[in-house]
């Protein structure tokens, strides 16, 4: 059952929004808070994922099994089901099979016929479809390097983009349905220094062995890359629900591992936000923001009131 939309667009109609993911686990490790808070006040969210995680390694020690790892593609699909039943999302698979993380060097070619080895525009095709479909006012995806450099973030950025100019095209592809415009477009941007700084900080100030120390001491400061942070949505109330829906990703994640090495009261005071950037707007808005559908949304009472 959906919840009632607290806030609508300019016409009346509920807020819509789509998050592009290159695999399952991704819509809960990035902006997954996010996610659940628009849900919450009555936004039709919807889960693009790329592929289907086939070839993920399994990173939960008591999930590396011989049985597990010969079904890893079914079951990664039953982990993504109980996460967006956690999420409360509708969650479309886009078809395209997982590249893998390549390792070693020289690096070995990607698996034929993988995800990040496809034509953009052919790769582009499910997504313009859905796109056109479901009629998103907001799409998040991946910045330029993948958010990480792995191929099939990176393929999902570049499709990602792509769709957003053919599904606005009216002379293109109308066998996908009718030209829709998104509003605005956004990179997931979880993984910045500020972040981390202040989770590690919190962290040291209560005593804690903080889960990111190494990490920051081989961390190379870029100014240019905490420019990008436009937008900061706040949503600790729902990091548990966050925590819920990636626990249901056991393949991937360890629920003693460095995931959870943060209380969750202390994250929730050190960074109560999820952080975005804002890379394209067809409206008005004013950064920094706290909102992604800044310049979109209006109460649900101002819209019958018109």
């Not at 059952?1 to 592009?20: I, S």
């Not at 020289?106 to 479901?134: C, K, Q």
């Not at 003693?256 to 050190?270: D, I, M, N, S, T």
Request: charged residues 25%; negative net charge.
């Amino acid at each position: 059952m959906k919840h009632p939309a607290l806030r609508v667009d300019a016409h009346g109609e509920r807020l819509r929004l789509l998050h592009v993911h290159a695999h399952p686990d991704d819509e809960s490790s990035k902006g997954a808070a996010t996610t659940a808070r628009y849900v919450a006040e009555g936004v039709d969210v919807v889960v693009a994922t790329c592929t289907g995680g086939e070839r993920g390694s399994i990173l939960n020690p008591a999930m590396d099994r011989p049985d597990v790892l010969a079904n890893i593609a079914s079951i990664r699909r039953e982990e993504m089901d109980r996460a967006r039943e956690i999420l409360g999302v509708e969650q479309v698979w886009l078809g395209w099979v997982d590249s893998g993380l390549p390792e070693g060097d020289p690096l070995p070619p990607l698996p034929e016929g993988s995800f990040a080895t496809l034509g953009i525009d052919e790769a582009a095709v499910p997504l313009v479809e859905l796109i056109r479909r479901f009629r998103p006012h907001v799409l998040t995806t991946y910045d330029e390097n993948g958010g990480y450099p792995h191929p099939d973030h990176i393929m999902c950025h570049l499709i990602s983009i792509a769709a957003v100019a053919t599904a606005a095209d009216p002379a293109a592809a109308p066998e996908l349905g009718e030209p829709w415009q998104v509003l605005k477009v956004y990179y997931q941007l979880s993984f910045n220094r500020p972040r981390i700084e202040a989770l590690d900080r919190a962290m040291t100030e209560r005593g804690m062995e903080s889960p990111y120390a190494e990490r920051l001491a081989g961390w190379t400061v870029d100014p240019d890359h905490e420019a990008r942070l436009t937008t900061q949505v706040p949503c600790s109330d729902y990091f548990a629900v966050r925590d819920r829906a990636l626990l249901a990703h056991a393949t991937q994640v360890d629920p003693e591992g460095a995931w959870f090495a943060v209380p969750l009261e202390v994250h929730q005071r050190a960074w109560p936000s999820e952080d975005w950037q804002l890379v394209a707007s067809e409206v008005p808005t004013e950064l920094p923001e706290d909102d992604l559908f800044a310049g979109i949304a209006v109460p649900a009472e101002a819209a019958l009131a018109g």
